[in-house]
């Protein structure tokens, strides 16, 4: 920089530096401009980003028809079905023997598609099986020759995570069920409440928002299914994760959710929907009062004394 004739060193030096701190001003009141503009970008984006629809279901069935073909003809499995189900819902479904219940379940979680209508989630129309939906069946489907953490680590190795990361998320899916003193032992060493915990820990791994749950206490004895139904109970009331429960027991429709859709057979369509206003966390107490049975019997009334389906429905 040349130095004008008239301007003393000293005089030179103090000109650059105020130039120099008026361009380190200018630098920072660029950089707080930036991030008000970044700010209000976030704050715009922000509600369609964070914030779900007020009126958009977790999942959505909508006209939903299922059809089988079958020897003269086609047997309908579904027909013409609308639910929705809420984020963080718990939903039993019952009927009987028949009605639909395990197809419904089994289109939700992509392995079946329907003929008809269809069934979405988060407001996306299901195209197959995905991360998003954990699934446990009646069977526990355990590998014999792997420990209970090997299990549940199973499927989030087909996912890219790091081998540590995979553990920590086994760990905690099995701390969640209350498996962390058995985490090294092979299922053969565990009860059929324990096995079916196992399963139940390996669909949170994968951490679905969605829980498709098919009967998966059916198999076990009275004790064991009351104490596995108290440990769904409390993980779900520490996830709230949406659950679409599928059983034909009534007494653990009631006791699990918050609605009981009661499904009718032949054609399987929704016969009612019945709300259960009672209390959490749910109690051994609770399952033995009069409000409990008030909506038992309500449920059960529903469910064996249907009319018959008119040939037009």
């Keep these: 920089m040349t130095r004008p004739p008239y301007e003393t060193r000293d005089e030179s030096r103090d000109r650059t530096r105020e130039k120099t701190r008026e361009e380190t001003r200018e630098e920072a009141r660029e950089e707080t401009r930036e991030e008000t503009r970044d700010k209000s970008r976030e704050e715009t984006r922000a ?16 006209e939903v028809s299922r059809h089988h073909p079958v020897k003269g003809g086609a047997f309908t499995a579904l027909d013409r079905l609308s639910l929705d189900i809420a984020e963080g819902e718990f939903v039993a479904v019952v009927g ?15 392995l079946d598609a329907p003929s008809g209508g269809e069934v979405l989630v988060d407001g996306v129309p299901v195209r197959g099986p995905g991360p998003d939906r954990g699934v446990v069946f009646q069977q526990y489907a355990l590998f014999p020759w792997l ?14 995570l790091p081998a540590a990361e995979r553990r920590r998320r086994a ?25 079916q915990r ?11 928002a969605v829980l498709l749950m098919d009967e998966p206490f059916g198999a076990l004895d009275a004790l064991t299914r009351v104490r596995s139904q108290e440990q769904l109970l409390a ?16 007494d653990e429709a009631v006791y ?30 609770l399952r033995l009062s009069r409000e409990f049975a008030e909506v038992r019997n309500e449920v059960w009334h529903a469910v064996y ?6 040939p037009d429905a």
């Design 305 to 310: 004394h249907q009319e018959p389906a008119t």
């Design 47 to 62: 509600p369609l980003t964070r914030t779900p629809a007020p009126d958009r279901a977790k999942i959505s069935f909508r």
């Design 256 to 285: 699990l959710a918050g609605r009981v859709v009661v499904m009718a057979a032949r054609p399987g369509r929704v016969h009612r929907v019945v709300e259960v206003p009672l209390p959490r966390p749910r109690t051994e107490e």
């Design 147 to 160: 420990t209970v953490r090997g299990n549940v680590e199973f499927g989030l190795r087909l996912t890219r």
């Design 96 to 110: 009987p023997s028949g009605c639909g219940k395990s197809t419904l379940l089994n289109l939700a979680a992509g």
């Design 235 to 250: 993980t779900w009331t520490r996830e709230r994760r949406t659950v679409l429960f599928v059983t034909h027991d009534v």
């Design 171 to 195: 760990d905690h899916a099995i701390a969640l069920v209350g498996l962390g003193d058995f985490a090294d032992a092979l299922p053969r060493a565990l009860s059929g409440g324990m096995k």
């Design 198 to 208: 196992c399963a139940l820990a390996r669909a949170y791994a994968v951490d679905p």
